[in-house]
């Protein structure tokens, strides 16, 4: 896919969540029950020590068994993980912080790129250097308050805010109302009843609710 259908399909979902298990099995069970739910789109963090093979073999099960899924990297710091991951099939890159390699990278391969940035000249200077999608963080210091002030003199900007998005109905709609273009939830949505119970009908079932509060939020709202 192209960044600007990525960018689509995170923006029509309105949700993008990041997860990190170190077991391949639970792995591709959680890829069952967030696909069975809806989402079409996932990051997968690169928090372990086997992350990458773990990714890889997950890139290779959703080619087989989840078609139109799109698979991502999140917590990439620097070019070399940007590399062993993009050749392990990652369709974008996330990160945490603003890296001009790894947004170079990026750039020279045509990838979508989601880095993190906590002011506005951050949020600016990462559209500059190529970035499709800026990941706000930590959304929880940052506040809604903050995306409907950037937005005011910088309307063009695409934000995702991570880090303080939760899974009630009023959290989600302030931020949906304030402009940004999909949100980032991970411990709330995978929660312990899904990482270490194996829940993943919980899980599941949490995907469909999300997926239909944010387009109930948006047609409420006409966003």
Known sequence: MTKEEILQLASAQGLLPPFNHPEEKVAMQILDAVYAGGLRMIEYT?????????????????????????????????????????????????????????????????????????????VVQAHEWGASLVKLFPAEVLGPTFVKSLKGPCPWTKLMPSGGVTLDENNLAAWFKSGVECVAIGTQLFSKEIMQEGNMKLLEERVGWLLSTIAKIRKENQL
């Open 46 to 122: 690169n928090r372990s020590s086997n992350a990458l093979d773990v990714f890889s073999a997950m890139v290779k099960y959703a080619d087989k068994k989840l078609p139109g899924m799109v698979l991502g990297i999140g917590t990439i710091m620097n070019a070399k993980q940007a590399k062993q991951f993009h050749k392990a099939g990652a369709q974008f890159i996330v990160a945490p912080t603003l890296s001009l390699e790894v947004g170079a990278y990026c750039s020279k391969h045509d990838l979508f790129w989601c880095p993190g940035a906590g002011t506005a000249t951050e």
